[in-house]
C-alpha cells in the first residue's frame, strides 16, 4: 500500500555533496516515521537519519553536523542532504518509512536502494 523510490545518488569526491530524495506514495497518510539507512560492503545496515510527521529529527554520531534530513509532507517526500562527504560515507542508502514514530530493521517499507560513492 505504500512505495517508496529513491533518488539522488551517484559519485562525487571527497569534500563534495548530494543531496538524496524519497518520494512515497499509496497510503501515505498511514506514515509516521521516515529516514535513511545505508549499508556498505560487509557492513552492517545503520541507520543514518530519521524524522518523523512531527518533524522531530534523529542522526547517527558519524554524520550529525553534516547532513540534514528534511520533509515535505504536502509531496510525500523526505530529503537527506549530504554534505562534506567522505569515503566512509560509500555505501547503499536505503529509504524506509513505518506507521509508527520510530524506524527499525523491521519497519513496514523500504525503497530499493540508491548507489551514493565517494571517492578519495
Do not use: H
Not at 571527497?14 to 524519497?22: I, M, T, W, Y
Not at 547503499?92 to 536502494?113: E, N
Amino acid at each position: 500500500q505504500v512505495q517508496l523510490v529513491e533518488s539522488g545518488g551517484g559519485l562525487v569526491q571527497a569534500g563534495g555533496s548530494l543531496r538524496l530524495s524519497c518520494a512515497a506514495s499509496g497510503r501515505t497518510f498511514s506514515i509516521d516515521a521516515m529516514g535513511w539507512y545505508r549499508q556498505a560492503p560487509g557492513k552492517q545496515r545503520e541507520l543514518v537519519a530519521a524524522i518523523t510527521s512531527g518533524s522531530s529529527t534523529y542522526y547517527a554520531d558519524s554524520v550529525k553536523g553534516r547532513f540534514t534530513i528534511s520533509r515535505d509532507n504536502a509531496k510525500n517526500t523526505v530529503y537527506l542532504q549530504m554534505n562534506s562527504l567522505k569515503p566512509e560515507d560509500t555505501a547503499v542508502y536505503y529509504c524506509a518509512a513505518d506507521r509508527s514514530s520510530i524506524l527499525s530493521s523491521r519497519s513496514g517499507y523500504w525503497g530499493q536502494g540508491t548507489q551514493v560513492t565517494v571517492s578519495s
